[in-house]
């Protein structure tokens, strides 16, 4: 009895946090990003494939609004990064991934930079993320970099593109910040701001965007990911508290 009330405080839990911010909730830059798993390669899943990457995060400047509310839910998303990226749940979604418009266990666009030439399997691309080898701050192996601000728009501003409908940005090539938009932080939840933050990061490694099924690409599909492991954990610590509040 003790377990079944447990599941069902967790599930209620979880959508209690998906609810709360349902308008962005899958949503990455106004692309749906649906998700599908192989579940025949989640039954042979060897644990031990990755086993021994661990991937480090490291805030170096990060900059926010003042705004408390806010603030906490992106110190918080910051501080859950580790744990998700380095989670079985995260790793096993990533390399069970199978893209919806022809059912391969695949991503589009799966390769570095422009080197279409070296498409990577799954198993590739979740090495290239736990490497963490950012092209702006190399030789920093197993490390994600975190330099990011929130830009607030002013006023003459919000008739361009990017802050009407940009939720975040990079200029991996050139730059290691992280460009994040106000219009949709001031709303998002923490699960959905570490959806975005680990989209652009996976920018900063590499992989760019494509043309067509934009959305089975490796920084919407990884980002997506990472926002429903966040789910996961942000449920967890919940049951734990009020578990501890119920004894």
């Not at 069902?8 to 830059?29: D, G, R």
């Amino acid at each position: 009895m003790k377990q079944v009330t447990k599941i069902f405080l967790k599930l209620c839990i979880i959508a209690q946090l998906f609810v709360t911010n349902i308008a962005f909730s899958n949503t990455i830059e106004g692309l749906e990003v649906p998700l599908q798993f192989d579940e025949k390669y989640l039954d042979t899943y060897n644990k031990s494939f990755t086993s021994g990457d661990y991937l480090t995060v490291k805030p170096e400047v990060t900059i926010f609004p003042k705004n408390v509310t806010q603030k906490k839910k992106f110190v918080k998303a910051i501080s859950v990064l580790e744990t998700i990226l380095n989670s079985e749940s995260f790793k096993s979604k990533v390399l069970s991934y199978k893209r919806e418009s022809n059912g391969k266990r695949e991503f589009q666009k799966a390769y570095l930079w422009k080197d279409a030439s070296k498409r990577m399997t799954n198993e590739e691309v979740l090495k290239v993320i736990l490497e963490g080898n950012e092209k702006m701050r190399p030789h920093t192996f197993g490390e994600m970099n975190i330099n990011s601000y929130v830009k607030v728009c002013k006023w003459w501003e919000k008739v361009g593109i990017w802050c009407r409908k940009v939720i975040g940005s990079t200029s991996p090539g050139n730059s290691r910040w992280i460009k994040l938009n106000w219009k949709f932080y001031k709303n998002f939840g923490t699960h959905q701001m570490v959806s975005n933050m680990v989209h652009e990061w996976i920018h900063l490694l590499g992989f760019l965007h494509g043309g067509e099924h934009m959305h089975e690409e490796v920084p919407y599909v990884v980002g997506r990911i990472a926002g429903e492991v966040a789910l996961e954990i942000l449920a967890e610590e919940e049951l734990k508290k009020n578990t501890i509040a119920l004894k």
